[in-house]
Structures are given as C-alpha cells and as structure tokens.
C-alpha cells in the first residue's frame, strides 16, 4: 500500500530554517512528478502549490512567495523528497503536503497529483 510521509515541521523564528522530508513507500518515484503543497491557517484560502520537481529533477517551480528561498529536491534511489526552507516568513506558516502525480510533458507545475501525505505543521513565530 503505497505511503508519503511528511517530517520535519515544527516551530521556528522569522529567518531561520527547516528542512521538510517526505518518504514514499508502495510505489517507485521514478516515474512521478512531486510537489510541496502549503495550507495556511486563513480561512478560505486554498491549498497552493509552493514547489515541485519533474522525475528526472531537470524542471523545478516554485511559487513566486518562496522563489529564493526555498529548494526542492528528490533522491529517486532513497524514495525521498526534500525541500529546505530558508529565510522564513509569518506568512509560510501553514501545514505542509508533499504528493506525487503522473508527469506531464516534462514539467511537474502541470502535472495533476494523486498520491497525497497527511502534513506536517510549519509554524513560524515573528
């Protein structure tokens, strides 16, 4: 049965770091697209796409709120997707999903996802 796992969250101060693991089992990544969705707490906002990766990591995209300052990576022989978190804001507080997704002509921004983790919680204090 496939499994994405989200770890790494927690809390931290405006301008330091996290890293984000997400580890998949039941399925190779090989052959997927990733992506790091974030929920903010707000109501009705809807859950954004903050970066993704194609499954041989020659295409990223990130939303331009964290351009600069977060990067996305995979490890396809350890089953694993990271994304570092750097410089953050208030703003980037929210719960965390990484999910995979059948690629599409080589780009992973239109690359719809059907592997889904639980989250994990971001929180950055100002």
């Known amino acids: 049965q496939w499994q994405l796992v989200e770890s790494g969250g927690g809390l931290v101060q405006s301008g330091g770091s996290l890293r984000l693991s997400c580890a998949v089992s039941g399925f190779s990544l090989d052959g997927y697209a990733i992506g790091w969705f974030r929920q903010a707490p707000a109501p009705g906002k809807d859950r954004e796409r903050i970066a993704c990766i194609s499954k041989n990591s020659r295409n990223t995209n990130y939303a331009d709120s964290v351009k600069g300052r977060f990067a996305i990576s995979r490890d396809n022989a350890k089953n694993t997707v990271d994304l570092q978190m750097n410089s953050l804001k208030p703003e980037d507080t929210g719960i965390y999903y990484c999910?995979?997704?059948?690629?599409?002509?080589?780009?992973?921004?239109?690359?719809?996802?059907?592997?889904w983790g639980q989250g994990t919680q971001v929180t950055v204090s100002s």
């Open positions: 999910a995979a997704g059948q690629e599409l002509f080589g780009r992973c921004e239109v690359s719809p996802m059907r592997y």
